[in-house]
C-alpha cells in the first residue's frame, strides 16, 4: 500500500537523519586516523649524543646550547662546487619560511674542517645571508664532527680518493638531506633535499610542518 502525503516528509526526515548520523560518524573516524597519522608521522629515531664543536664565531658550542629547541641540521663544505651551494640556498630559504615566532634553529656542518675555519664559516654563512641568531656554522675535529654528524644525525660524508676527483672542490661525497631534531635532542625526520623527483617546493612545506609538530610537543 503507498505511504500517504502525511507520512512522507517523516519518512523523508528519518532518512536525513541518518544520514547525517553516518556522516559525522565517518567524520569522527577520519579525524581519529588523522591524528594517529599525525602522531606516527615523526618518529623517534634515536638520541642525539652530547659534542663540543666551534660556530662562526669561534665559541664553543654544545648540544645545551640547542637545548629546548627544535632544530634542522645538515652538512656541506665551503669549497663544495656541487650539491653544497644548493643546500645553503635551501637552508636560506627555510630560514626565511619560519614563523618569526618559531624559535627553531638551523644548524650547517662542515665535513672539511681542516679548511673550513670558523671565519671562513661566518663568511660562508654571511655570502648566504645567514641570520647568526637563528643559523649557525658548526666545525671542529674530524672525530667531534663525526660523532655529531655521523654517528647521532645520520649524515654521511666520504673523502674523495685524490685519483678519483674530477677537479680541485670535488674533496666529498656526502649526505645531501636535511635532519630534524626536537626539544629533547632525538633525531625524529630525515628529508631528502636533492635527487630525481624531488622539488625543493615539496620538501620545504613538508620541513616547516616537523618544526611545527616538534614545537607543539611538551
Partial sequence: MAESPQQL?????IGIV???????LAYALSLMELR???QRALPVIGPVADFTLTNQDGRVTTLADLSNHVWIAGIIFT???GPCPVMSAQMKSLQDALPPASRA?????????DFDTPAVMKKYGERFGADFNRWMFLTGSKAAIAGLAGDSLKLSAV??????RKNDADLFIHSTIFVAVDKHARLRGVFETLG???TWTNVQPRLIAAVRQLERER
Fill in 9 to 13: 516528509p517523516r519518512a523523508l526526515w
Fill in 18 to 24: 541518518l544520514l547525517l548520523v553516518v556522516l559525522c
Fill in 36 to 38: 594517529r597519522a599525525y
Fill in 79 to 81: 669549497r663544495c662546487a
Fill in 105 to 113: 634553529k638551523l644548524v650547517t656542518l662542515t665535513t672539511d674542517p
Fill in 159 to 164: 673523502p674523495v680518493k685524490p685519483e678519483d
Fill in 196 to 198: 630525481e623527483g624531488i
